[in-house]
């Protein structure tokens, strides 16, 4: 099929309706095309295990994607970026893996993350893991860590008392929620250099300048990090800085 440069094809994760690709659309104002899959491997139950598993899935979504006319590939759901990888650079062996088998740009919401934190050129880093259970928080501070960054505190909203802790159940945060995390950490870890908000399912498009003012440092999340690098590949504009 022949290709136009301006085709993203999104990766969504099981179980879950991703606002990535409307968010997207509508930032670009049209000047895009978008093309969606999902990855739903048998009785996946977002376990360590079947995470850990996912990637022939991965793999087998973005070849169909760019079968289509893709030129670059998004994944947003950021466990399938760090759990069951070391640190960055073997996640992004990973990227390169599918970029092979599918013969387009793949970036994954952690691979953004890290682009911008090396551009930003910072080492403290504060977490804030939103929705993240313990065992997926704990694990993706021994990822940064082992990524080459000083990570001084990390905090969920459970964490932080401002959910009570649930049976298993994710509901994810609204913006006031994901401002008083932010606030609470820049409140807790006046060293950090920059605050990382962690999972695609927190969504903080709309509150991008908010978190800038609350924090007094850069904001890096899941959402706005995957379409700024997105949009530097595409050369577009988006109507925030990070």
Request: net charge neutral; proline share 5%; aromatic share 8%.
């Amino acid at each position: 099929m022949i290709k136009n440069d301006n085709v993203i094809g999104f990766i969504s994760a099981p179980c879950w309706l991703d606002p990535a690709p409307d968010e997207l659309r509508a930032l670009a104002h049209g000047k895009i095309i978008i093309q969606q899959t999902f990855v739903h491997p048998p009785e996946f139950d977002y376990s360590l295990k079947h995470i850990t598993e996912i990637t022939p899935h991965l793999e087998n979504a973005a070849f169909s994607l760019a079968s289509a006319g893709c030129t670059i590939i998004a994944s947003p759901a950021t466990p399938f970026g760090y759990i069951g990888y070391k640190n960055i650079a073997k996640s992004r062996l990973s990227l390169k893996k599918i970029e092979k088998i599918s013969g387009v740009k793949c970036i994954s919401s952690i691979s953004a993350i890290f682009d911008i934190l090396e551009y930003k050129k910072v080492q403290k880093i504060a977490l804030a893991c939103t929705y993240y259970p313990d065992e997926w928080r704990d694990l993706w501070v021994s990822f940064v860590r082992a990524s080459g960054y000083e990570v001084v505190g990390a905090q969920s909203l459970v964490n932080q008392g401002i959910r009570s802790k649930t049976n298993g159940e994710v509901e994810y945060p609204n913006s006031s929620e994901i401002m008083e995390s932010v606030k609470k950490i820049s409140e807790n870890y006046p060293n950090a250099e920059a605050i990382v908000i962690s999972g695609s399912g927190a969504r903080t498009l709309a509150i991008t300048e908010q978190l800038k003012k609350i924090s007094n440092r850069p904001v890096i999340a899941a959402d706005t990090a995957l379409f700024s690098i997105i949009a530097k590949q595409l050369d577009i504009k988006v109507p925030f800085v990070i």
